[in-house]
């Protein structure tokens, strides 16, 4: 392919990417030690999708905001839709959370007492439900089952009422509602994670049926992990449903995408396009979930947008011809400098370009900047609960 032809096909590639938004990351977050709170933050899930309507209204790839339940409960799930909607995106994937209710300290899914597990599968059952009132077609669960000492509870059987937990949650979805399930190595658990890694997420979702497939968190692995063997692994089977993109130096960090290891987000990419997974229809949600302690949480979206449009351009940009001729001949050097070749391009103005196509400012971070928003919900939020990560 000429390198011309290339440049186009990439643009028409990034044109058609999405990405999906996390609600929370609008939030006020810290850590265990300080939750900062910064100026015109929202007050309930309507004002989430209002600043999350920005992020897709400057960068044009962004038309679906994730929920989380019960951060996000409101009375009428059918108006946030319509709000959603109003505003020029969608609701997507809505997440469970079975992490911060008393009930659930030795587990949800995995919990040795029946009611605390029929409780935690009624909870997804709940999800379900707002999946139907606002037309979410996907169910996200993550759990923090775990075990702190040796001997506490069981390992195998454990394994066990998981898989009937879910077999049950699997059996509520809808025919075209899907679900997906995130792995963990650790945290809040410390000597054993119930679903710590991809293979076991792999074996329940397997278990479930075709429409379970595996969320892989880039936050959520051991250092040194290769995460785009894991990325290939998945895509061979079908079974990659999402991603919870974000950035780690040391454990789940929750960072924007790409600013700890933005070659990481390349290889992850270039396992991606490889396979044709960037194409819209094939099923691979490309997720935010990230946190901003510190950093204005708009621009911090819109950047982490831009990163994960970057590392996916230079992805689309490698010589495939170049790269499969120097792998079959087994030219290592070769093969290791086409790659390297397309990571070192720059591909701002390749993407400033794409956007100034599309109709948008080729610079969402200063078209955001100059538009105001940022200093209007800053006078008009005042006071009032803000919600957060947890609230
Ligand atoms: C858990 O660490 C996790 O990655 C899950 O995706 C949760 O839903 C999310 O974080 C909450 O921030
Ligand atoms: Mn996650
Ligand atoms: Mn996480």
């Not at 809505?94 to 909870?123: C, T, W, Y």
Request: proline share 5%; aromatic share 8%; hydrophobic share 45%.
């Amino acid at each position: 392919m000429a390198a011309s032809t290339r440049v186009e096909a990439a643009k028409s590639a990034l044109r058609q990417q999405t990405i999906e938004l996390p609600s929370w990351a609008f939030g006020n977050s810290g850590t265990r030690f300080k939750v900062f709170s910064q100026p015109g933050v929202p007050r309930d899930p309507f004002e989430k999708l209002s600043d999350a309507a920005q992020v897709h209204q400057y960068t044009g790839v962004a038309p679906r905001v994730s929920l989380h339940i019960p951060w996000d409960l409101v009375d009428d799930f059918g108006a946030l839709a319509r709000h959603a909607e109003d505003l020029g995106v969608q609701i997507g994937m809505i997440n469970s959370n079975v992490f911060q209710d008393e009930d659930f300290m030795l587990g949800s899914l995995a919990h040795p007492d029946p009611r605390i597990r029929a409780k935690a599968v009624d909870h997804h059952k709940q999800c379900i439900d707002v999946m139907r009132a606002t037309g979410s077609k996907d169910l996200k669960v993550w759990l923090s089952d775990g075990l702190n000492y040796p001997g506490q509870d069981s390992i195998r059987a454990r394994q066990d009422r998981i898989a009937e937990s879910l077999r049950q949650i699997y059996d509520a979805l809808d025919d075209d509602q899907h679900m997906v399930l995130e792995y963990k190595f650790f945290e809040p658990a410390f000597y054993v994670t119930d679903v710590p890694d991809w293979g076991t997420s792999l074996l329940h979702v397997m278990a479930l049926g075709d429409r379970a497939k595996v969320v892989l968190d880039t936050g959520h692995h051991a250092p040194g992990t290769n995460i785009e063997f894991i990325v290939a692994q998945l895509l061979r089977q079908g079974r990659l449903g999402a991603f919870d993109f974000n950035s780690r130096f040391y454990a789940d960090d929750d960072l924007m995408v790409g600013a700890a290891d933005p070659f990481q987000l390349f290889r992850i990419m270039h396992e991606i396009v490889s396979a044709g997974a960037h194409a819209p229809d094939s099923g691979v949600n490309f997720m935010l979930d990230q946190c901003h302690n510190i950093e204005p949480k708009i621009p911090a979206q819109i950047r982490s947008v831009m990163n994960v449009q970057e590392a996916t351009a230079k992805a689309l940009l490698v010589d495939v011809e170049a790269l499969t001729a120097a792998q079959l001949s087994g030219d290592v050097l070769g093969a290791h400098g086409v790659l390297m070749d397309a990571y070192d391009t720059d591909v701002r103005p390749l993407v400033a370009e794409v956007r100034a196509e599309m109709g948008l400012d080729p610079n969402p971070t200063a078209a955001f900047a100059a538009s105001g928003y940022a200093e209007k919900i800053a006078s008009e939020r005042v006071g009032g609960a803000q919600a957060g990560w947890g609230a």
